[in-house]
């Protein structure tokens, strides 16, 4: 009997010491959210019927295509004010994104990349005071133009990074959640 108690102290020591964990914090994960669809609100500051660029992709990376379409064209010279909505059309009634994005605005931002369209600003910001872009101006170009503005959403972007905070996406870092792109008119 004395043979046989050594080996099971030993074992029930072996089991509780490799059982132990000595790190208390829970991980949690942070699923990225479903993003099916974006929608870009503008509307004329001076009246008339809104603009609306919407890209919606149900299959996510399947193989149906992105339906992008675009209601009309801008004004030169014309000034906007905008609000973009970020749905997950996979649910069934179609989930708002933009809570989680205000929630955790120090988390994200909204890049609007494009080249000689006009010029866009950010009139939302997290509690930092650094952009969101859920809600911004734009002041179409003052001359016809047609280009391509692509929308993007990033997780966790260096905020802090020159040129960030304008709006810049060069030294934003971070991920993706996701990335629209419209060709728009200018037009007189």
Known sequence: MKHFRIPVLALAAFISLT????????????????????????????????????SRDLDGDG????????????????AYTGSLTFLNETESPAESINAEI?????????????????????????????PIGLAFTYQAAAAPTTGTLTITLRHE???????????????????????VSFTVNVTE
């Open 19 to 54: 059982s132990c964990n000595n790190d208390d914090e829970a991980t949690f994960i942070n699923e990225e959210e479903v993003i099916t669809t974006v929608t870009a609100t503008f509307t004329p500051t001076a009246g008339g019927d809104a603009v609306v660029l919407t």
């Open 63 to 78: 193989p149906v295509a992105p339906v992008v379409t675009v209601s009309g064209d801008f004004s030169a010279g014309a």
């Open 102 to 130: 205000i929630n955790e605005g120090d988390e994200h931002q909204i890049f609007f990349q494009q080249s000689g369209l006009g010029t866009f600003t950010y009139t939302d910001e997290d509690e930092n005071g650094n």
């Open 157 to 179: 972007p260096n905020k802090n990074a020159q040129g960030v905070a304008n709006g810049d996406i060069t030294n934003a870092g971070g991920s993706t959640d996701a990335s």
